[in-house]
Structures are given as C-alpha cells and as structure tokens.
C-alpha cells in the first residue's frame, strides 16, 4: 500500500512540475515571475523582441521600466523554445502567456 502512495505523489508532482515552469520566464540563471516591475524584467531579460499594444498594434520605441497603462513585451528565443508574452500594467508584469515556437 505504502508502494501506492509514493507512486501517487509522484504522479501529482510530476503533473504539476510544467505549470510551475510555465509560471516563469528563464533568463540566463534567473527566473522572472509575476509582480516583478518592469525594470526587473529589463535588467535581468533584456529587452524585449517586440511590444504590442492592448489592441495588439506593435509599439515603437525602446521599453520603458516605468511606463504606464498596459502593453504586451514579446520574447522569441528561437525555433527550440516558445514565445513568451509578457502583460505588464502600470509597469508590474501581471501575466506570461506562451504561444508557439519562435523564429
């Protein structure tokens, strides 16, 4: 029974293990994760490939650390990984999306 109960653990681990991956966005050895400002993000990422608009118009212009409102960062790492989107509103990050496979 004992044997069981072990499995079980490990099964519901390993279930949530890519949730709590997909929480975040790796960044050389650090992770970024939501609530971080977007200085945090900048300093520890780099700058975005691209950013987008609420409406998903591309923005212009270098990231700020301290914007406001909302916008959308873009992070395309490749062919191998996927894309993350970034949510930041009034300069915290609130959200990261995946979408598919990079350029």
Do not use: H, N
Not at 33 to 47: F, H, I, N, S, W
Not at 75 to 83: E, N
Request: charged fraction near 25%.
């Amino acid at each position: 029974m004992r044997r069981f109960a072990g499995f079980g653990l490990v099964v519901l681990l390993s279930g949530l293990a890519p949730r709590i991956a997909d929480a975040g966005l790796a960044c050389g050895r650090t992770v970024v994760l939501p609530g971080a400002t977007a200085r945090e993000v900048l300093a520890k990422c780099g700058a975005p490939t691209r950013r987008q608009a609420p409406d998903g118009k591309p923005r212009k212009g270098k990231a700020k650390p301290g914007g406001g409102g909302r916008e959308t960062w873009v992070y395309d790492l490749g062919p191998r990984q996927l894309v993350r989107y970034l949510t930041f509103e009034r300069g915290r990050l609130r959200a990261i999306d995946l979408g598919g496979y990079g350029r």
